[in-house]
């Protein structure tokens, strides 16, 4: 049964709504019915957490048999909330960790390298249209906006919990274990002088995504196997960087399926 909700466990769910805290404890929150539901039984719940108003309304013996539950009073469960209408259900679960090195042993694996994205929905957008590509794993530089972001975590629709997502890498140290693994590196960059329409994306391959304003970085262009451009027939000097990553995605999965 669940039991009422302590001072120490809604001071915990608070704090979790800063990176250093999610950081910290190795937690993050889902909040929302259906993303709740949406998480794996391999993913650690620390506990529930329900507003007096949804138990009222919902059986929560099915989250009662999967980990502790706690009920709070409906102002302090919106006080937690970040969604302007809470729909009175939260999880707090622990991070899972993967290892780079085992992920890039893929066969003909395909890979996203995102190198500080800063916009919460771009990167959510990139993991979920990763999801989507059957992409093997997506890993995020230490300077990309925090994955566990709520605004993040929205935006990937549930695809978070779908594909491995390796946060706060050395890029360095990511773009050499790839290289290691025989794995093309392909950046989308204005010195790009063949199209992704030119390439063979078949084989292993890696695609990095950079900075909405800035790109790539210079040092990490350097690393990259091919430079590619993604061809503009417009007066629009460049691209959203979601958008870009799917373009890039899209093309390795038609060239994939192609009989």
Partial sequence: ??????????????????????????????????????????????FYAFSESFVNKNSTILYENRSNTYIFDNKVFNDFSDTETPQGILAVCRKKNFEIEKIVKNKNGLFIVAENISDPGNLGTIIRTADACGVNAVFLSKGCVDLYNSKVLRSTMGSVF???VIADIDIDYCIDVLKNENVNLYAAHLKGKKTLYEYNLKNSAAFVIGNEANGISESTANKCDNLIKIPMLGKAESLNASIAAAILMYEAVRQRIAK
Avoid: S, W
Wanted: hydrophobic letters at 40%.
């Fill in 1 to 46: 049964m669940a039991q009422m909700g302590t001072n120490k466990i809604a001071k915990l769910i608070r704090a979790l709504k800063e990176r250093k805290a999610r950081k910290e404890h190795c937690m993050f929150v889902v909040e929302g019915t259906r993303f709740v539901n949406e998480i794996p039984c391999d993913y650690e719940i620390e």
């Fill in 162 to 164: 779908h594909i491995p």
